[in-house]
Antibody, heavy 118, light 108 residues
Framework: QVQLQQWGAGLLKPSETLSLTCAVF????????WSWIRQPPGKGLEWIGE???????NYNPSLKSRVTVSVDTSKNQFSLKLRSVTAADTAVYYC????????????WGQGTMVTVSS | DIQMTQSPSSLSASVGDRVTITCRAS??????LNWYQQKPGKAPKLLIY???SLQSGVPSRFSGSGSGTDFTLTISSLQREDFATYYC??????????FGPGTKVEIK
């Protein structure tokens, strides 16, 4: 049973860098894309970006200038960095898995609430 | 970008009711449409993928249909545990995945 467990700082000040990590337990790391998705309070879901085991990345153009997704295959972990955060980046951040191709997000992490406030 | 819309944005229904939620894409996405259920404080859960395929472990009262731009999620007999928010998501554009705004199903 594949599980994703995520962690990171939950309170940031404006202009700081958001940093989250997601670990994959109980399954293969290769053959999948590993995504970050966020959800502002009371709002819908926004895909941020993804990476595969080889380090190939795709980013949402609206966030691309501030986002880096990286991978550590030795630990079966991937990470998100979002620079220069503002209050608009306040959201629950989820990590998620999808298979290569036009596949859905079938496994999700538990979510991490990140608040940006001065 | 492929824009996704859903209707209605919310609905009230009773246990045992048949419920239908519609999702529309701004361009054809073939059958690359997925449905998720989200309960408060929880991560979304995959229900339906590729428009009509039931994810393993999901009750058969959930079904999906459609192709191109118009899609439907149907709950044949609403159960108490089905009260949640439902999102559609297109996986046609693998460079930019987008979700619908959600449909909240509430108890009447």
């Amino acid at each position: 049973q594949v599980q994703l467990q995520q962690w990171g700082a939950g309170l940031l000040k404006p202009s700081e860098t958001l940093s989250l990590t997601c670990a994959v337990f109980g399954g293969s790391f290769s053959g999948y894309y590993w995504s970050w998705i966020r959800q502002p309070p009371g709002k819908g879901l926004e895909w941020i970006g993804e990476i595969n085991h080889s380090g190939t990345t795709n980013y949402n153009p609206s966030l691309k200038s501030r986002v880096t997704v990286s991978v550590d295959t030795s630990k079966n972990q991937f990470s998100l960095k979002l620079r220069s955060v503002t209050a608009a980046d306040t959201a629950v951040y989820y990590c998620a898995r999808r298979r290569w191709g036009n596949e859905p997000f079938d496994i999700w992490g538990q979510g991490t609430m990140v608040t940006v406030s001065s | 970008d492929i824009q996704m819309t859903q209707s209605p944005s919310s609905l009230s229904a009773s246990v045992g009711d048949r419920v239908t939620i519609t999702c529309r894409a701004s361009q054809s996405i073939s059958s690359y449409l997925n449905w998720y259920q989200q309960k408060p404080g929880k991560a979304p859960k995959l229900l339906i993928y590729a428009a009509s395929s039931l994810q393993s472990g999901v009750p058969s009262r959930f079904s999906g249909s459609g192709s191109g731009t118009d899609f439907t999620l149907t709950i044949s007999s609403l159960q108490r545990e089905d009260f949640a928010t439902y999102y559609c998501q297109q996986s046609y554009s693998t460079f930019l995945f987008t979700f619908g705004p959600g449909t909240k199903v509430e108890i009447k």
